[in-house]
Structures are given as C-alpha cells and as structure tokens.
Nanobody, 126 residues
Framework: QVQLVESGGGLVQSGGSLRLSCAAS????????MGWFRQAPGKEREFVAA????????YYADSVAGRFTISRDNAKNTMYLQMNSLKPEDTAVYYC???????????????????WGQGTHVTVSS
C-alpha cells in the first residue's frame, strides 16, 4: 500500500514557475514507477510526465516537454515536478501516481497506475 500526498500548487502568472512535490508513505517507494497527470475543468485526466523507479529515465507529454522536469529522491520518498514557463492552458488539478515497476519502465496510461494522490490545484493567470 502506498499513500501519496501532493503539495506546491497555487496561483501563478503566465510565464512563472512552480514546483510540485509528491510525498509517498511506506518503504517501497523505489519499487514504483511514478507519474504526474492533470485534469482541467470539463476535461479528462491526461498524462503529463513519468519517471522510472530509479529516476534514470523520464518521459513527457508533448505539451510540457522542454518546460517541465520530473525528478525523484528515493531517499526522501518524494517526487517532484518543476514547471517553468507556465501557460494558462496548464491550469488544472495535478495528480501524482505510483505504478509497480513490473508494469514497465515508464508508464503513461492511467490504467498502469495503482495509487493516486488527492491532487493539488495549479492556476495560471494570463
């Protein structure tokens, strides 16, 4: 069982930056591939970024590549999402998720993930 808690969301102006954190409970954090998803009002939840269990591999949605950076610190049981050059279309609730590494190195489908956080709101004003 893994419990995930996101933090770091808030209101920022277009072009600004935010860093989201995802703190995981338990001693098996390093056995999970991790990811970030987001859901804007009236839209389906979409993939943002994924990171392998070791942190050595990452994968991004085209919409955020070059602006967002996913990372993890297994010693701290924490994953991060550094978001730069934010745009109004990045406004959404951001969720972190954990999927056992036996499912694959980098997971980008919702159904690949076993555990989800409660989400943190990000609002980008124009």
């Amino acid at each position: 069982q893994v419990q995930l808690v996101e933090s770091g969301g808030g209101l920022v102006q277009s072009g600004g930056s935010l860093r989201l954190s995802c703190a995981a409970s338990g001693r098996t954090f390093s056995t999970y591939a991790m990811g970030w998803f987001r859901q804007a009002p009236g839209k389906e939840r979409e993939f943002v970024a994924a990171i392998s269990w070791s942190g050595g591999s990452t994968y991004y949605a085209d919409s955020v590549a070059g602006r967002f950076t996913i990372s993890r610190d297994n010693a701290k049981n924490t994953m991060y999402l550094q978001m730069n050059s934010l745009k109004p279309e990045d406004t959404a609730v951001y969720y972190c998720a954990a999927g056992h590494r036996k499912r694959g190195l980098l997971l980008h489908l919702l159904e690949d993930y076993d555990y989800w956080g409660q989400g943190t709101h990000v609002t980008v004003s124009s």
